[in-house]
């Protein structure tokens, strides 16, 4: 069923239990390219609303289409509650291959909160912080690996000591990625997922991953889809696994110091120590500018990026420091075949 309506509000209160609607939301008004499209699926059984939303950094493409095979995924007669899915919600990033707005170059997923009155991304920012805090009871930030940056799949939510992080790091477990990464906050402020969690939202960031095809994406939707049977909005499906998981502490970039070509010296997820080379930066008749190597013991290889003409202080690796190694404690159920549903 589709639906013709204004606004995300609207298009909640018009959908009725055990059916879904779809519609497009403009959350820049004078701006076409802003439009999205947004899915509301209402259980037939009252419960809470988990709000999904995909390629807020609009070239994370997986990220999208991960958002969209979870949504195919929910059947009606399983679900309680309502989940609110937003596959791209920076639609004019993506439409110019963009991760942030070019209008204003900025990170949307640094400006939340997000001003009305400010720039396109802080305009962003401001309707998807105000719709949120309209509608949900726990959020999904999904993002993905790009052309510019690799990285392991992996959730990361606001560590605290209240129930709202509690609820946040069983929705991690649940999801069933490689890595769980604990935030503090760090260079990650302004996150939708750090204001979310703020608010009392339980949150995470859940970031597909290398990009290796469809498994992966299938592999990231049916944590999405582990999400919600996590939080009982869908039910378990049989006698459950445990996963195993790495939990890190927040990740540290280790920067370029010269220009020059870059070349890895470790994978996505390798485990890196005191001393590991990382990286080293060559000129163009191969001599060494640079040996990168980490600072510190016990590190996760969490994000690189791919090979090319890097320039001095930019981000080329990050290592989380491990501090656990663990069996999940929340039952995670075997994956499905989504994109069969
Ligand atoms: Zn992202």
């Not at 009725?16 to 959350?27: N, Q, Y």
């Not at 799949?153 to 560590?159: G, M, R």
Request: with cysteine; charged share 20%.
């Amino acid at each position: 069923m589709v639906v013709e309506v204004s606004s995300i509000d609207d298009l909640v209160g018009s959908v009725k239990p055990g059916t879904s609607g779809w519609s497009v939301w403009r959350p820049l008004e004078e701006n076409a390219d802003s439009e999205v499209p947004v899915a509301v699926l209402v259980g037939e059984n009252p419960g809470p609303t988990l709000w999904i939303q995909g390629a807020l950094h609009g070239n994370e493409f997986d990220a999208a289409i991960a958002t969209q095979a979870a949504l195919r995924g929910i059947r009606l007669e399983d679900l309680r509650g309502t989940v609110i899915g937003l596959p791209v919600v920076n639609g004019i990033g993506h439409r110019a291959g963009a991760r942030v707005l070019p209008g204003d170059g900025k990170d949307p997923n640094r400006q939340f909160p997000g001003d009305p009155q400010g720039t396109d991304s802080e305009r962003l920012a401001f309707a998807l912080s105000s719709a949120l805090a309209n509608h949900a009871t726990y959020f999904v930030d999904v993002h993905s690996s790009t052309e510019t940056f690799l990285g392991i799949d992996h959730t990361i939510y606001l560590v605290a000591d209240n129930p709202t992080a509690t609820l946040s790091r069983q929705m991690a477990q649940a999801s069933g990625t490689a890595v769980m990464w604990e935030s503090t906050g760090g260079w990650l402020q302004g996150s939708a997922y750090i204001w979310a969690a703020n608010r009392g939202i339980p949150s995470v960031l859940l970031d597909v991953g290398e990009i290796q095809g469809f498994s992966h994406v299938d592999q990231a939707a049916s944590g999405l889809l582990g999400v919600l049977r996590g939080l009982d909005m869908l039910p378990h499906v049989s006698a459950s696994g445990l996963s195993e998981f790495i939990t890190v502490r927040d990740p540290e970039w280790i920067r370029a110091q010269a220009p020059g070509l870059l070349t890895h010296s470790v994978r996505i997820g390798s485990e890196v120590h005191e001393g590991t080379e990382l990286f080293r930066v060559l000129d163009l008749d191969g001599r060494e500018l640079q040996t990168a190597s980490c600072p510190f013991s016990d590190g996760v290889v969490v994000t690189i990026r791919r090979p090319h003409q890097a320039r001095v202080d930019e981000d080329v690796v990050s290592i989380g420091r491990r501090v656990g190694s663990s069996t999940s404690d929340v039952p995670v159920d075997p994956v499905p075949d989504v994109l069969e549903s």
